[in-house]
């Protein structure tokens, strides 16, 4: 199943969103709670993980979403792994935490409850990865939908394969890779992993994922970014129609990326947005054309203002 129509619109939603959130960051911290575990089904082909244990409530249903697509990424990654660097895969082992940060309890690798409040990582000191599953996941989902939290899980996993393949590269190139990973997995799920999601559901769930974007103006090169949202459908989708070898292939300026720091304070002052009679005069009438030329002579890293 693919869903070619489904990225042009995603990027008229999007374009909407401000929210914005960190990830992937922190200092080790001592965490305790309960822990549940849930019995899910994954794709036919991969040695399967009967059980995932969660810390965290299982009732709390973006736990029981994460423990369902912890069960198929696990499964998935050993298959896929592999076959593209050549090696075992070696399964998430640190631990899978559903946080609720009003309690007090830290997952590793969160110095305080900021850490996580509104955010997700993985953190490949403990080979962690936390959720907010008080604030952020819920309102992902209320907003965007189950499969939003799947595909937020599988960008975390992305990072945990770059941890297992030594990847390095720039904040901004290891954000496009897993996200690219994340579209990798998304294919996999709806067409062989037993995910029953339309056009519309992947449509919002992307929507809801692209949330978690950089701001614009952010520059790519900084130590926080994370890619435009542009920047991150293009790389979702090209592993999602492409597959996981093109994902390898990342490496700092290739995909090149959109993101650009803002060029003066005026650029700054108006968050980017240009005056709405600029906006009217100066769309060309096929964007489409436009913009492939422009990206074709695209450079990252712009001159001087
Ligand atoms: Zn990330």
Known sequence: MRINSTFSRVLVVCATLVLTVGACGGKDADTSSGSASSSTSAGSEAPEVKDVTIDGDLDNPVNELAAKAISDLQNYWAAEYP?????????VEGGFYGVIPSSGKLPPCAGSADDIAGNAYYCPSKDVIAWDAEGLLPNLRERFGDFVVPIVLAHEWGHAIQARSNFEGLTVTSEIQADCFAGVWAAHAIDD?????NAAELDSALAGFLVLRDEPGTDSESENAHGSGFDRVNAFQNGFDDGATECKAYKDGTPAVVELPFNNAADAASGGNAPYDQIINGVPYDWRTTGRSCFRNFSRRPGPP
């Open 83 to 91: 076959d593209l660097y050549g090696e075992a895969y070696r399964p």
């Open 193 to 197: 992993g037993g995910y029953d999601v």
